[in-house]
């Protein structure tokens, strides 16, 4: 059936700004504020932080819970956060953001269970259930849709699963996949005459829908019966997850030629971009790049700017990554080295200038600071990188991270004391010690403390880092060189004792 959905109405009554946990019951969706979230989510998964990235679009789709664009994003995140074997569902640090009673935030809590582990139909069926409850219908459509594949190939799928999605199809209006949907009931259960009856009657209310004799969704979900073909066609192809090169052509020539019809609409601006950059190819990056820089000066929308930013670090990434498998293959060759060097060091630039751009346009916004002061680290500029990350500390999205990079930045300027206190303070508010984050802290802690031991001859400091040290060995002998930091720790403690 042809994919006939409309996206959900927000009322834009009453928008304001609301406390970081997320919307009341009767707040207004806040799409800018959640751009915020979308925007920074899309530059942590480029950096392979699938896990910070998944969080991310989920704050962001708490203030805009329709957003299509977000909810697939935020499926690509995690479905690389799942795809290590390591990793058995949603972190305890990423749960407690996504704990509250209201239906947004359950909605957001199905959605991070589900998402790293999106074969299992039931988890599935959860979300599908939370997003009607807030009339995310567009995302419940995928989300019933991507179900109702798994479970129909599941043996195990009893009966009650099927009747379960018939019902929330029907919810949303989709009355194809609801009949669908319980049409595997009947086969699970054919004595079942009630649901036989009922199936039957929802096929002639999907028939009528398909025909134009009925309206559906009158809460939002699907977009209205569509009589005229051509445009019927063209919102199949633009609702497809996966698009021939035909296809593409004829998505970006409509994209394009309503732009030319609107060039400082915001909505056709940012349209038009998107389809060029789901090719990516060279010649559309860079015209993408044309456009939203064009769109920026006609309308002063900064969220213009940074689509723009974000193409040019993404070229510069890409770039640098082709190098560095360049390197991975011929290891001996200086000069590739060299030009591997060189790149990082333009990229690394070119990412300072961008969010120090950024939180000059945005300065509330903290993950920006947030940021700029990892970059300033990460540059050697220890000074500034300790003024941002400072201040983005305060807020709840990047604390744990930000304190990461201030303590690892005061180590780096020999001020030990402060470093020690800032990863101590950073591994209290830490829930769990062994995932990815929590091993960092330790890591750093102990290295803080390796270090005062051997500035100031301490014995009691050199004690607590080989007690680190060997925990995280225990957990994880291939973490970084922990194997030679264990030894050399433990050879300081015996020194320090013989002392």
Not at 248 to 270: G, M, S
Not at 334 to 362: C, D, G, P, Q
């Amino acid at each position: 059936m042809a994919l006939d959905r409309f996206k959900k109405k927000k009322s834009q009554a009453g928008v304001a700004e609301a406390p970081d946990e997320g919307p009341s019951e009767s707040s207004a969706t806040n799409p800018a504020k959640a751009q915020t979230f979308f925007t920074h989510a899309q530059t942590v998964h480029e950096t392979g932080n699938y896990g910070y990235a998944m969080t991310l679009w989920l704050q962001g789709l708490r203030w805009d819970p329709s957003n299509m664009m977000a909810f697939e994003k935020f499926l690509e995140s995690s479905a690389r956060f799942g795809a290590d074997p390591k990793i058995k569902g949603p972190t305890s640090d990423q749960k407690k953001n996504f704990s509250g009673r209201q239906p947004v935030e359950k909605y957001l809590a199905a959605l991070l269970n589900w998402g790293p582990r999106q074969l299992d139909w039931s988890l599935a069926i959860k979300a599908l259930e939370a997003a009607a409850k807030v009339e995310a219908n567009e995302p419940a459509y995928e989300i019933g849709k991507r179900a109702l594949g798994t479970a129909a190939e599941d043996p195990k799928a009893k009966k009650d699963a099927f009747v379960t999605l018939m019902r929330q199809f029907q919810v949303i209006g989709a009355f194809d996949l609801s009949v669908t949907a319980g049409e595997i009931a009947i086969r699970k259960d054919p004595s079942d005459g009630k649901l036989a009856a009922e199936v039957k009657n929802m096929s002639a209310q999907a028939t009528m829908a398909r025909g134009g004799y009925g309206k559906t969704g009158e809460q939002g979900g699907f977009r209205e019966n569509i009589r005229d073909s051509s445009q019927q066609q063209a919102l199949e192809e633009e609702d497809r997850l996966v698009k021939t090169e035909d296809v593409q052509e004829r998505v970006i020539a409509r994209a394009k030629d309503d732009y030319k019809q609107r060039p400082t609409d915001l909505a056709a601006i940012q349209k038009f971009a998107k389809v060029l950059l789901e090719r990516a190819k060279p010649e559309d990056e860079k015209l993408a790049y044309s456009v939203l820089s064009k769109g920026y000066e006609a309308t002063s929308n900064f969220r213009l700017r940074i689509m723009a930013g974000d193409i040019k670090l993404r070229v510069g990434r890409r770039q640098v990554s082709q190098v560095r498998a360049k390197v991975r293959q011929s290891p001996d060759d200086e000069a590739l080295r060299a030009k591997l060097e060189e790149a990082e060091k333009k990229l690394l630039s070119a990412e300072i200038a961008e969010f120090t751009e950024r939180v000059e346009n945005m300065p509330t916004d903290l993950s920006m600071r947030y940021e700029l002061g990892r970059r300033c680290l990460k540059a050697g500029d220890f000074e500034s990188a300790i003024e941002h990350l400072q201040q983005a500390q305060s807020s709840k999205q990047v604390a744990q991270q930000a304190r990461l990079g201030l303590a690892e930045s005061f180590v780096a300027v020999g001020w030990l004391d402060e470093a020690e206190s800032t990863y101590r303070q950073a591994i209290d508010d830490h829930e769990s010690d062994s995932d990815d984050l929590g091993t960092q802290l330790r890591y750093g802690l102990m290295l803080a403390l390796q270090r005062k031991a051997e500035d100031n001859q301490e014995l009691s400091s050199a004690e607590e880092a080989f007690k680190l040290a060997s925990g995280i060995a225990i957990k994880q002998i291939g973490y970084k060189d922990i194997r030679e930091r264990r030894n050399a720790i433990q050879e300081l403690v015996k020194t320090l004792k013989s002392a």
